[in-house]
């Protein structure tokens, strides 16, 4: 079976500043990616950032970037210079055999 | 540009009546769909999964039921909603396997 943990229900930061969000996960399966979506406060659930499992490189999308540990089976998300328009859930998610795996997401808040 | 669309976005139904709620997907041929369902506070929980017409995956058994009538068409039905089945309910698509999944704007689901 296919897991994802996110051990932080809430976290917050000061805007223009730098976030880290935790995701550990566990699969079987040897060929796997990793995602984090966004869900603001309308729910549409919105990708932010995917990492091929294969690749070392960490993935980085604009002031978002992730920290990917493959033999811990950690990834970890960093938003840098925090915007009030990042508040949202943030969820982690893991696609291996065909399903899509979420965390119980992490509600982000950005303190003006 | 590929697009989905879900509806309806808000629903109220007393304990005991049927459902159906409808996704389509434009732009696109033979996407993967699927139907997940988000518990207030929670991530999201994959309901159903298809890679074809007629080609249904249950991830959970339950008091609903998932039909693809049409490539593109994913309806999700239940014969006698239960007080249980309220919560939000998404609709994504995927090109294949691995691809992120795109997702609508949702249908929050109310039993009374």
């Known amino acids: 079976a296919q897991t994802v943990t996110q051990s932080q229900p809430e976290m917050s930061v000061q805007e223009a500043e730098t976030v880290t969000l935790s995701c550990t996960y566990d699969?079987?399966?040897?060929?796997?990616?990793l995602f984090w979506y966004k869900q603001p406060p309308s729910r549409q659930m919105i990708l932010v950032i995917r990492?091929?499992?294969?690749?070392?490189q960490n993935a980085t999308e604009n002031r978002f970037s992730v920290n990917f540990q493959k033999a811990a089976k950690s990834f970890s998300l960093k938003i840098s210079d925090s915007q009030l328009g990042d508040a949202a859930m943030y969820f982690c998610?893991?696609?291996?055999?065909?399903?899509?795996?979420f965390g119980q997401g992490t509600r982000l808040t950005i303190n003006p | 540009s590929q697009t989905i669309h879900q509806w309806p976005a808000t629903l109220v139904q007393p304990v005991g009546s049927p459902l159906s709620l409808e996704c389509t997907v434009e732009?696109?041929?033979?996407?993967?769909l699927y139907w997940y369902r988000q518990a207030a506070g929670r991530g999201l929980q994959l309901l159903f999964y298809?890679?074809?017409?007629?080609?249904i995956s249950s991830e959970v058994p339950q008091n609903l039921s998932a039909s693809r009538p049409q490539d593109r068409q994913f309806i999700l039905s239940s014969k006698k909603l239960l007080l249980s089945d309220s919560g939000f309910y998404l609709c994504?698509?995927?090109?294949?396997?691995?691809?992120?999944?795109?997702f609508g704007d949702g249908t929050r689901l109310s039993i009374l």
């Open positions: 990492q091929e499992a294969y690749k070392q």
């Open positions: 732009g696109t041929s033979n996407p993967n």
């Open positions: 998610a893991l696609e291996g055999a065909q399903k899509l795996v």
């Open positions: 699969t079987s399966e040897s060929d796997y990616y």
């Open positions: 298809s890679i074809g017409i007629d080609q």
């Open positions: 994504a698509w995927s090109s294949v396997y691995n691809q992120p999944q795109h």
